[in-house]
């Protein structure tokens, strides 16, 4: 990879792919579409005598001489307006994680889905790590894979949480075990079509083999369908929270079970043996235990394991009890289907803050799950009107605005009674008013702590 390659977006993802290809010899121009950013801010992320030129603003003919291959950060749409000067030029467009794939060596897990796939992946390598010597976690979880594919060893096993964003670009990247956890309606901005989404999710087996496997939710009709196709060619293994499977796992009142080879194998007690809460957890757990299955981890470090596991920060993760009302982070519940994840787990009486930036998501299901669990409900961000219009045709009438977080929170403490929980769960993304998902749950997390 001792090419001159161009690297789109000087994010987090686009300078580890740029530091992956300084380091097997390359040659890098890093790209980005605001011509606002520093450049000499934006070299402080390499060596004084790195072989980088920066290039802000609209991209040209030019810019691209000597290029052989552009890597485009997953935050870029494939419509932006320099990818048709890659187009005219005939070079490659690459995702991140293939470039990573292209380097990386050892076992690859790779999970994708609509909800679950931080906390499926964080599980996941949680068992691996119970049995094998080198695992890595990596992706959409906050480590890119290219920030570790040069440490990989044959003895390796990576673990990487894969978004629709980045699927749409790989080539040959191809995972030994991978599993597609739902497919919900998300991202329509920019994949445009449900069929489109479901394309690029699905495209995480695309190159797999008989080898290998695929976990797939049966209870997604989607999924369940395409876990059935014929050309379909890794071993499928489902996993199910209402049907008894006689091959995959399965809920059986409380009692997960695998079954496979004419037998059924009680695993755990989804209330007794977890701290996760929730059906959608016990789906994870149920995807994380299949995988770890096929990677021939044992049974008794799985469920060690699952036991030990506590919920992934920003993801129904609890953050205190003040004056009889426990409070809840869940920014990661980006979509309407993340967020009634969230509602139904919620113990008791709820008041929710929602709100954020619009995807052009529908709420209608979201709100119809509020039923009397949902006291109050507080909006914030560009897309409050639009769900308030949506709640009052429903017949929920209970909401306030609130300008930032801070006097989110307030309201919400005022509100609650003893007895109740409030939930940060936006059903939106967080651009416009936080830079990310993060950002979002570390300020509801500090503004709970300040009431």
Avoid at 36 to 50: G, H, S
Avoid at 147 to 153: E, N, P, R, S
Avoid at 190 to 207: C, D, F, Q, S
Avoid at 287 to 315: C, L, N, Q, T, Y
Wanted: aromatic residues 8%.
């Amino acid at each position: 990879m001792s090419q001159k390659v161009l690297v789109a977006g000087t994010g987090k993802s686009g300078i580890a792919a740029a530091k992956l290809l300084l380091a097997m010899g390359g040659e890098v121009v890093l790209y980005d579409g605001n011509d606002k950013l520093d450049p000499e801010k934006i070299k402080e992320n390499f060596e004084e005598d790195a072989k980088v030129t920066i290039v802000l603003g609209e991209l040209t003919r030019p810019d691209l001489l000597g290029v052989e291959l552009s890597i485009i950060s997953p935050g870029i749409p494939l419509d932006a307006p320099f990818v048709p000067v890659l187009d005219e030029a005939k070079i490659p467009i690459w995702s991140e994680i293939q470039l990573a794939y292209h380097v990386a060596k050892g076992k690859l897990i790779a999970i994708t889905g609509t909800n679950g796939k931080t906390t499926t992946t964080a599980l996941t390598g949680a068992i691996m790590k119970t049995f094998f010597d080198e695992v890595f976690v990596v992706g959409n979880i906050g480590i890119p894979y290219t920030d570790v594919a040069l440490d990989t060893t044959d003895k390796s096993v990576t673990v990487a949480e894969v978004s629709s964003f980045q699927l749409e670009t790989i080539m040959d990247f191809h995972p030994n075990v991978s599993a597609i956890l739902n497919i919900t309606p998300d991202h329509l901005n920019r994949h445009g079509t449900m069929e489109n989404y479901i394309e690029v999710k699905e495209r995480v087996a695309v190159n797999q083999t008989e080898d290998d496997c695929i976990v797939l939710n049966y209870d997604d009709k989607v999924l369940r369908e395409f876990g059935e196709k014929k050309d379909l060619k890794p071993k499928v293994i489902f996993f199910s929270s209402t049907q008894t499977l006689k091959e995959g796992m399965y809920l059986d009142g409380d009692m997960m079970i695998y079954a496979h080879d004419g037998k059924k194998e009680e695993v755990l007690n989804v209330k007794t043996d977890m701290q996760l809460l929730g059906k959608h957890n016990y789906e994870n757990v149920m995807a994380a235990v299949a995988m770890s299955i096929r990677m021939g981890v044992p049974m008794e470090s799985i469920r060690k394991a699952v036991k030990e596991f506590k919920a992934v920060e920003h993801r129904i993760e609890f953050v205190l009890e003040r004056s009889g009302v426990r409070y809840y982070n869940d920014s990661k519940g980006t979509n309407p289907d993340a967020a009634i994840q969230a509602i139904r787990a919620m113990p008791g009486p709820t008041v929710l803050i929602a709100g954020g930036y619009d995807k052009h998501s529908e709420y209608d299901e979201w709100i119809e799950e509020f039923g009397d669990k949902v006291k109050y409900l507080v909006l914030i961000g560009q897309t409050r009107d639009k769900i308030a219009e949506c709640a009052r045709a429903h017949g929920f009438t209970d909401i306030m605005y609130a300008e930032d977080m801070a006097e989110a929170v307030r309201v919400c403490a005022a509100y609650a009674n003893a007895g109740d929980n409030v939930l940060l769960s936006p059903a939106c993304a967080s651009w416009g008013m936080f830079d990310n998902y993060e950002q979002r749950g570390e300020i509801f997390k500090e503004c709970v702590r300040n009431l």
